[in-house]
């Protein structure tokens, strides 16, 4: 057999194993049921290979202390659900040479490329900003039509306290023309009374 991590017997790899087929959205399997793989070289060889992907913290006894990191480490070096269902798509499309027994078409990642996952988490961030836009949209709007509104209020008031201030102008300039004629007859009677009381003096 391979020999495990220090402090790591077969079991914990094999429990790292069916942790990690969990996490990465597999069935649960059972450590007895996948037991024997450990007993075929090929099989411990594999175990072996997964285990060292994981790279995960180990305690004072040297057992892994964080389950959680088995599946994200594994992502790095595994396939999601869609791209094996790709892939069997690819396989059933692409013709094989049959003298050399190879691929006749090697399929590549591009450099951007991107796990369906990772577009799923950026397609619901996305969904999440076009939801908050839209609820500041709705405010905005809301807010737009109020100020609309007030604003039609405002020159209401203004073209009401402008013709109070014309009637009261009004008001003012025909009581000042009031004052004036008043102020001129009794100017009137001063003078004619000025002139007839001497008059009536010498009488």
Same mark, same amino acid.
């Given at each position: ?75 790095? =070096?595994?396939?999601?659900? &869609?791209?094996?269902? %790709? !892939?069997?798509? +690819? #396989? @059933? ?58 604003? =039609?209020?405002?020159?209401? &008031?203004?073209?009401? %306290? !402008?013709?109070? +201030? #014309? @009637? ?36």
């Amino acid at each position: 057999l391979v020999a495990s991590k220090p402090g790591m017997t077969s079991s914990h790899s094999l429990a790292i194993v069916a942790q990690a087929a969990i996490e990465l959205g597999g069935p649960s399997i059972r450590v007895d049921d996948i037991e024997w793989a450990s007993q075929v070289p090929a099989g411990a060889n594999l175990i072996q290979w997964l285990v060292d992907q994981c790279a995960l913290p180990v305690d004072s006894d040297g057992l892994t202390t964080d389950p959680f990191n088995i599946g994200v480490a594994m992502r790095s =070096i595994a396939l999601e659900y &869609e791209e094996l269902q %790709l !892939l069997k798509l +690819i #396989e @059933n499309d692409t013709k094989v040479d049959t003298e050399g027994g190879q691929l006749q078409e090697i399929m590549h990642a591009p450099c951007s490329y991107y796990t369906p996952s990772h577009l799923r988490k950026h397609a619901h961030y996305l969904d999440n900003d076009t939801r908050l836009l839209e609820a500041e949209n709705a405010a905005l709007s809301s807010r737009l039509k109020w100020t609309k509104g007030a604003t =039609i209020n405002a020159r209401r &008031e203004i073209q009401s %306290l !402008l013709a109070a +201030i #014309e @009637n009261q102008n009004s008001a003012i300039m025909r009581a000042q023309e009031q004052l004036s004629e008043l102020s001129i007859l009794v100017s009137a009677l001063c003078l004619f009374y000025a002139i007839t009381a001497p008059c009536s003096a010498r009488k």
